[in-house]
């Protein structure tokens, strides 16, 4: 079975830090895996996501993820924290079952001080 | 072109009633989704639609019914609310021949007393 496991729900860094948000995933197919952002009161939007092509995958906002399959990771990185990266973020398994299914990690919080 | 809309934005139910959530899309996609969003357990799929005509259920289908009403519609019901319900739902689309990004509505919150 699939599933996305976030570490951490709640992450704290300052403006200008390194920001580092852990995804661990199974899956018992090639997975398309996918790192989503929503700001308050919003929808979720992608960031960027891996379909078996670089494993080194970049997004929007300076954000990116690197896929390696040995440890089963997928985790988001972003040199330099702006205040406008607070959010919450999520890690996202697909699989092809006769349909699309995407199965969410449970999200991480980020808090971006000044 | 509006992506995926929602309606209602916000809605409040007495335990016992029933109600029905609205999603469309403009973007020719095959596929939809319903999603319930709780606090600490990020999204979790009630229900999808791969196609026009067909759909199946996901993680928690107990208690909503849809309905693929054509390509561009998919709907979720609640015939008999219960407070276990209250969440904040959203639909998303997918096309399966492009990137398998969804794009998701703006929500609806749903408060069952």
């Known amino acids: 079975a699939q599933s996305v496991t976030q570490l951490g729900s709640h992450v704290s860094v300052s403006e200008g830090a390194l920001v580092l948000l852990r995804c661990n995933y199974s899956?018992?197919?090639?997975?398309?895996l996918f790192w989503y952002v929503q700001y308050p009161n919003q929808g979720l939007q992608l960031l960027l996501k891996?379909?078996?092509?670089?494993?080194l995958v970049k997004g929007i906002n300076g954000f990116e993820a690197e896929f390696k399959k040995s440890e089963t990771s997928f985790h988001l990185t972003k040199p330099s924290a702006h205040m406008s990266d607070a959010a919450e973020y999520f890690c996202?398994?697909?699989?092809?079952?006769?349909?699309?299914?995407?199965?969410f990690g449970a999200g991480t919080r980020l808090f971006v001080k000044a | 072109n509006a992506g995926v809309t929602q309606t209602p934005k916000f809605q409040v139910l007495k335990t016992g009633q029933s109600m029905t959530l609205q999603c469309a899309q403009d973007?020719?996609?095959?596929?939809m989704y319903w999603y319930r969003q709780d606090p600490g357990m990020g999204l979790r799929l009630i229900y999808y639609?791969?196609?026009?005509?067909?759909?199946d259920k996901g993680e928690v289908p107990n208690g909503y019914n849809v309905s693929r009403l054509n390509k561009r519609e998919f709907s979720l019901r609640l015939e008999s609310a219960a407070p276990s319900q209250t969440s904040v739902y959203f639909c998303?689309?997918?096309?399966?021949?492009?990137?398998?990004?969804?794009?998701f509505g703006p929500g609806t919150r749903l408060t069952v007393t």
């Open positions: 996202a398994v697909s699989m092809n079952t006769g349909g699309f299914k995407t199965i």
């Open positions: 899956s018992s197919v090639p997975p398309y």
């Open positions: 891996y379909t078996s092509a670089a494993t």
């Open positions: 973007m020719n996609h095959n596929s």
């Open positions: 639609s791969a196609s026009e005509g067909t759909t």
């Open positions: 998303a689309s997918m096309s399966l021949g492009g990137t398998l990004e969804q794009y």
